[in-house]
């Protein structure tokens, strides 16, 4: 089964397995020392189950769409250690319909509840906000910084991006500027990240980065250091 066709069904399969208020020990067999739980409530009602890190007075924040498959538990010690390292201010949203997030995965909603999370952040005081997507998370991020024209956003970040998801998540065909992006992926995926960096509008230019390597998403970043620095000065522009 080609690798997207996968992506696409673990999307699908990963279901909401606790409620969205609920400790993060219950949901995570692992939670990094400091990280909260936060309850978001996206526009349509939905409830939607997330996790903070880093420090409450950072002025910059960051939201991050994970990707098919994954949780928030997959991606907390990574963002916590990134959010210690850089001194960032990290939200981690379940995507509805997965892990502790109530809905049933509707595509169309997807970029406003990563907008709810960069709102959140917003509103607890950054003064700076970032969007990390990675794999089907990547064009919801995307989406999500062309969209968000009344916050402070300074980068988009994609890491083994989709270009888009059928149903409402379509960055290419939104013909809205994000104000930088960066983009990195391995070779796999490379098409798609270029594609994106190519072709959505930007207020300054960002960067690209194809790893020749076979490694995706989450673990592209765990197992290169070099991507975990790429997404690392990215947040630095901000």
Not at 90 to 103: C, F, N, Q
Not at 119 to 142: C, K, M, N
Not at 187 to 198: Q, R, S
Request: with cysteine; proline share 8%.
């Amino acid at each position: 089964m080609p690798r997207l066709a996968v992506l696409i069904v673990l999307a699908l399969l990963t279901g909401c397995g606790v409620a969205p208020d609920s400790p993060l020990a219950d949901q995570c067999d692992t939670v990094p020392p400091g990280a909260e739980r936060v309850v978001l409530r996206a526009a349509s009602g939905v409830r939607l189950g997330a996790a903070v890190v880093g420090p409450p007075d950072a002025p910059v924040g960051m939201a991050v769409a994970h990707g098919a498959g994954h949780t928030l538990c997959d991606w907390l010690p990574a963002m916590s250690a990134l959010a210690e390292r850089l001194r960032v201010r990290v939200i981690v949203p379940d995507r509805r319909g997965t892990g502790s997030s109530e809905g049933d995965g509707e595509v169309g909603e997807l970029a406003a509840d990563l907008q709810t999370a960069l709102t959140w952040l917003h509103d607890q005081g950054a003064t700076r906000l970032a969007a990390l997507g990675s794999s089907y998370g990547g064009p919801i991020a995307v989406l999500a910084a062309q969209r968000a024209t009344s916050l402070p956003m300074c980068v988009a970040i994609a890491v083994s991006p989709l270009t888009g998801i059928e149903g409402g998540v379509a960055p290419l065909a939104e013909d809205k500027p994000v104000p930088s992006l960066w983009t990195v992926a391995e070779t796999a995926f490379g098409p798609n990240a270029t594609a994106l960096f190519e072709k959505i509008p930007q207020a300054t230019k960002g960067r690209l980065k194809i790893l020749p390597v076979d490694d995706h998403s989450l673990g592209l970043l765990r197992g290169h250091p070099e991507a975990m620095t790429f997404v690392e000065d990215a947040l630095r522009t901000c």
